[in-house]
């Protein structure tokens, strides 16, 4: 089967909106304030989920996705179900 192309700008864009509000979540508790917090999560999961069941959709898919599709790809990955572990990947293997 082939290695179908990655879309890296529509993935980084997802990993930089994720990461942007967990920044805002993670100052939010450093300064004490916790209220709202749980909405926060969420949002978080589905822009993880949606940067990696999207990561090789192009823009014309994109263009034509359905609110069920949309709302599919906000789903944890199945593929992904069988990685988690206790402890995460050692970052310097991809520097």
Same mark, same amino acid.
């Given at each position: 089967?082939?290695?179908?192309? /990655?879309?890296r700008?529509y993935?980084?864009?997802?990993l930089?909106?994720a990461?942007?509000?967990? *920044? $805002? $979540? =993670?100052?939010?508790?450093?300064?004490?304030?916790?209220a709202g917090l749980?909405? #926060?999560f969420? #949002? =978080?999961?589905?822009?993880l989920?949606?940067? #990696?069941?999207?990561?090789?959709?192009?823009e014309?898919?994109? *263009? !034509?996705e !359905?609110d069920a599709e949309? +709302? $599919?790809?906000?789903r944890? &990955?199945?593929? /992904?179900?069988?990685? =988690? !572990?206790?402890? &995460? &990947?050692d970052?310097s +293997?991809?520097?």
């Amino acid at each position: 089967m082939a290695r179908r192309r /990655l879309n890296r700008r529509y993935l980084l864009h997802n990993l930089q909106e994720a990461r942007e509000h967990l *920044d $805002a $979540a =993670i100052l939010k508790v450093k300064a004490g304030n916790q209220a709202g917090l749980e909405a #926060w999560f969420p #949002w =978080i999961y589905r822009k993880l989920n949606r940067a #990696w069941n999207c990561r090789h959709m192009k823009e014309r898919e994109r *263009d !034509t996705e !359905t609110d069920a599709e949309f +709302e $599919a790809a906000c789903r944890f &990955p199945a593929d /992904l179900a069988g990685e =988690i !572990t206790a402890s &995460p &990947p050692d970052s310097s +293997e991809n520097s």
